[in-house]
């Protein structure tokens, strides 16, 4: 599966892989409408394609993502003294709230490699992934405070989570540019790797994956969001009841007999 590679968004699939790749490296790949249609129909195909396994995204060139492309006509400002408001809660509400919820909710894991600098939604993005895997170039930046904005595209919600209040407060109002190797350091991605190592440890991060129990995986990222905001109590009853379901699941039982076979095992469920 190819398309061509003047395409907003490159999708290719090699084994249960599936690859998204953002194309607009002109432009620092930057989202428009367009490419934020194109993105969440690719992230909408591989969660219902049972051959994807796994998922990874990155970006083109120089560049992760350096966010909203202001250029687009969607969000881009009119001036002089007759000039209207834009009103970016409409781009929001229509484009970057349904894929924030599509990717949080996407029924295999998501690997993201970040290729360089992650800013404003583009960051938001790449947090939003399951595994974030960045180059020792790669950098994050909260830019929305420079143009009168706030971190959106789920931006507050997983700042907080991933460095605290004090950090995230840091981050959003200053605006300054985060290493990835202190992203790491801070707890805000997984692993840091040098330039020329990033595309090989992230394939092979989405290939371990995609030969691991899926369903497992999913619940596994769906009970450590969901504990952010239970009591202890109530985050075992849900931690039992889901273990419940996945031990009549085939996977277990594969896996099960795969221990005692002393083999690797080969998980089907989704």
């Given at each position: 599966m190819t398309q061509s590679t003047d395409a907003p968004l490159i999708v290719s699939q090699e084994g249960a892989v599936r690859f998204l790749t953002l194309n607009r490296p002109a432009a620092l790949n930057a989202f428009t409408t367009g490419l934020l249609t194109q993105l969440r129909q690719a992230l909408d195909d591989a969660g219902k394609d049972d051959s994807v396994r796994a998922v990874l995204i990155t970006g083109a060139g120089r560049a992760f993502c350096a966010g909203q492309d202001l250029s687009d006509p969607m969000v881009k400002p009119e001036f002089g003294d007759d000039a209207q408001p834009k009103d970016i809660g409409h781009l929001l509400d229509n484009y970057y709230i349904p894929m924030a919820l599509q990717l949080r909710a996407m029924p295999v894991p998501v690997v993201c490699a970040v290729n360089g600098v992650a800013a404003g939604a583009g960051a938001s993005l790449a947090l939003g992934c399951?595994?974030?895997?960045?180059?020792?170039?790669?950098s994050f930046i909260q830019a929305f405070?420079?143009?009168?904005?706030?971190?959106?595209?789920g931006g507050t919600w997983l700042l907080s989570r991933l460095v605290g209040r004090a950090k995230a407060?840091?981050?959003a109002m200053l605006g300054d540019k985060l290493p990835?190797?202190?992203?790491?350091?801070?707890?805000?991605?997984?692993?840091?790797?040098?330039?020329?190592?990033?595309?090989?440890?992230?394939?092979?991060t989405a290939l371990k994956l995609a030969t691991m129990p899926t369903r497992a995986l999913v619940e596994t990222r769906r009970l450590i969001d969901e504990a952010m905001n239970l009591e202890f109590y109530d985050a075992l009853k849900l931690e039992s009841r889901l273990q419940s379901q996945l031990g009549f699941a085939d996977d277990y039982r594969e896996g099960a007999q795969a221990f005692f076979e002393k083999r690797a095992p080969k998980f089907k469920d989704r």
């Amino acid at each position: 599966m190819t398309q061509s590679t003047d395409a907003p968004l490159i999708v290719s699939q090699e084994g249960a892989v599936r690859f998204l790749t953002l194309n607009r490296p002109a432009a620092l790949n930057a989202f428009t409408t367009g490419l934020l249609t194109q993105l969440r129909q690719a992230l909408d195909d591989a969660g219902k394609d049972d051959s994807v396994r796994a998922v990874l995204i990155t970006g083109a060139g120089r560049a992760f993502c350096a966010g909203q492309d202001l250029s687009d006509p969607m969000v881009k400002p009119e001036f002089g003294d007759d000039a209207q408001p834009k009103d970016i809660g409409h781009l929001l509400d229509n484009y970057y709230i349904p894929m924030a919820l599509q990717l949080r909710a996407m029924p295999v894991p998501v690997v993201c490699a970040v290729n360089g600098v992650a800013a404003g939604a583009g960051a938001s993005l790449a947090l939003g992934c399951d595994i974030v895997i960045a180059a020792e170039s790669a950098s994050f930046i909260q830019a929305f405070s420079k143009i009168g904005l706030i971190p959106d595209c789920g931006g507050t919600w997983l700042l907080s989570r991933l460095v605290g209040r004090a950090k995230a407060l840091q981050m959003a109002m200053l605006g300054d540019k985060l290493p990835a190797a202190e992203a790491v350091q801070l707890g805000l991605i997984a692993r840091c790797v040098p330039d020329a190592e990033l595309a090989a440890t992230a394939h092979a991060t989405a290939l371990k994956l995609a030969t691991m129990p899926t369903r497992a995986l999913v619940e596994t990222r769906r009970l450590i969001d969901e504990a952010m905001n239970l009591e202890f109590y109530d985050a075992l009853k849900l931690e039992s009841r889901l273990q419940s379901q996945l031990g009549f699941a085939d996977d277990y039982r594969e896996g099960a007999q795969a221990f005692f076979e002393k083999r690797a095992p080969k998980f089907k469920d989704r």
